[in-house]
């Protein structure tokens, strides 16, 4: 079996009293159900035929008991004593038929079934009882027996995951594809690090979480608690409890409540999580990050309320109004690891939320979430601290502020663009340790541009037969032209810069012209050919 397919066709449901009186073996002695008509859905154990007085001895609960009255007292308080005991014993209900000894029920019983919420169900006709529980007991274990076998597939669906080493991640999803419920691991904090939702939206799942969760409330076990009917299972580390996984109930449309198979696969998955933890070093604190911001900037959610729900989730303010992107490029393929550690410890150290999460082998994301009054630079400012003590080499950049969650693949790209247009080295304006977009010249947007071909076609065609001039007549007219360029067209302040006398400096302007076919009197072509040999520059450069 796929470690991550269901291990049947569906969940084995119990069979019910319903399902009992449902069969033609019961229902050819017509049944009436006098009470208890809201718990036909009790499940059935075993059937038990008896007519003793005293058949609670017997019981062991779940059991649906046949009788033909004849063991009845007559006494209301004897009837009481007797339903009393099928009750307390957790009998599923009692039939009684109507044929022998009586040919309606006693008022005394049916009262008496009516106060314990007993099902009290009657046969007109006579049924063979014996017939009954052959019936009935092949039924229930057929499903005994196709139960087995779907906890032996789950067992050895989780075995496989374990032996092939499989993250959480995976895990988590196993675990709600075999049970068809969405499946979420969190942590002591109540945050949802993973949520494997399963006919819910990330949004119907994780939305209050943390107000939700601890609603719940802790259990030792594994177990149903809560208003909400969680079933949750403790999951350990190093033996410490560390969080838990939740099983969400299905929906409210007549799904089947939770089962043994469910309880099966929630302490199956805690098991493997716990092993999953020891072989992945990195925190899943910081996977849930990471992830999460990957999924951000590559606009990988289904929809921004599912985006904003999963954030919040993680314990990042998403009413705030302001959130900032900031990306540290490490320019080296290692070290990302150490640095993401030290961002999401600093910012946690200063009290600012925030994602942190490597978006590749050399770059670090942080998403900032601001109070409506607080100034961001200084927070990237201090983020800019631990990223250069750290990576002296780094490169920080920071995108525009955004006030809605939704647009911070946008901020994130705008801080990558700066990043790519930033050269090795590249001097940072006084009294700021970091690059944002208004740094962006004609040099660094080039910079940015340098592999595109068509850059290189339009330096070469602006300036290739000066450059091969230059070359072949050891002349350095390339120079007076960008002294005359950079001097914006004052040719005696260029004759300044050159070294040369203005007569000079004029013979090599009219020599440039004629090769170039250019009139540096024009602006715009001047524009050009500055714009040229900028992008010359950073071609040579770099």
């Known amino acids: 079996m796929n470690d991550h397919q269901p291990a049947g066709h569906g969940p084995v449901r119990a069979v019910t009293v319903a399902d009992v009186l449902a069969l033609p073996v019961l229902a050819a002695g017509q049944p009436q159900v006098v009470t208890g008509a809201s718990h036909l859905d009790r499940p059935v154990r075993w059937v038990h035929i008896t007519e003793l007085t005293d058949p609670a001895s017997f019981l062991k609960g779940g059991e649906l008991v046949l009788t033909t009255g004849m063991p009845l007292p007559d006494d209301v308080p004897g009837v009481r004593r007797y339903v009393d005991e099928l009750a307390g014993i ?314 809605d969650l939704s647009d911070a693949a946008r901020s994130f790209h705008e801080a990558a663009r700066v990043a790519e247009a930033t050269p090795p080295g590249q001097p940072l304006p006084p009294g700021r340790s970091f690059h944002e977009q208004s740094d962006i010249g004609l040099h660094r947007l080039l910079y940015a541009l340098r592999e595109d071909t068509r850059i290189q076609q339009y330096a070469e065609q602006q300036l290739g037969r000066l450059i091969d001039h230059d070359t072949q007549h050891g002349t350095d007219l390339l120079t007076t032209l960008r002294h005359y360029l950079e001097a914006a067209g004052n040719k005696t302040t260029a004759a300044r810069r050159g070294g040369l006398s203005r007569e000079t400096m004029y013979q090599r302007l009219r020599t440039v012209e004629r090769l170039l076919d250019r009139d540096l009197e024009s602006g715009a072509q001047r524009t050009e050919l500055h714009t040229a040999l900028t992008a010359l520059d950073v071609l040579r450069t770099h």
Not at 241 to 269: F, N, Q, Y
Not at 328 to 350: I, K, P, W, Y
């Open 90 to 403: 957790g009998a599923a209900a009692l039939v009684i038929e109507l044929v022998r000894r009586y040919h309606r029920p006693p008022n005394a019983l049916v009262e008496a079934c009516r106060l314990r919420d007993l099902p009290l169900v009657t046969l007109a006709k006579d049924v063979n009882f014996l017939e009954v529980t052959q019936v009935v007991h092949a039924l229930l274990l057929g499903n005994q027996a196709d139960a087995m076998r779907r906890t032996q597939r789950i067992h050895e669906a989780f075995t496989a995951l374990t032996l092939r080493g499989a993250g959480a991640q995976d895990v988590v999803r196993a675990a709600a594809e075999l049970c068809g419920r969405t499946v979420v691991l969190e942590n002591l904090a109540h945050q949802a690090l993973i949520c494997e939702p399963s006919g819910d939206t990330v949004e119907e799942a994780l939305t209050g979480w943390e107000q939700r969760s601890r609603a719940t409330g802790a259990e030792d076990r594994t177990a149903a608690s809560g208003p909400a009917n969680w079933l949750t299972a403790p999951v350990e580390y190093q033996g410490e409890r560390w969080g838990r996984v939740v099983m969400l109930p299905a929906r409210t449309d007549g799904g089947p409540a939770s089962g043994p198979e469910d309880i099966t696969v929630l302490e199956r998955t805690a098991m493997a999580l716990t092993v999953a933890r020891l072989i992945h070093s990195t925190p899943w604190e910081r996977t849930a990050h990471r992830n999460a911001l990957r999924d951000l900037v590559g606009l990988r959610h289904r929809s921004a309320d599912d985006a904003r729900a999963r954030c919040a989730a993680l314990g990042l303010p998403t009413d705030r109004s302001r959130f900032v992107a900031s990306l540290v490029d490490l320019r080296t393929d290692n070290g990302e690891t150490e640095l993401e550690a030290r961002l999401h410890q600093e910012l946690r150290s200063a009290g600012v939320p925030a994602l942190v999460g490597a978006l590749a082998s050399d770059r670090v994301g942080v998403l900032l979430a601001l109070r409506p009054s607080q100034p961001w630079r200084p927070v990237v400012d201090r983020l800019c601290g631990t990223a250069l003590g750290l990576a002296p080499q780094a490169v920080v950049t920071v995108g525009s502020e955004i006030t």
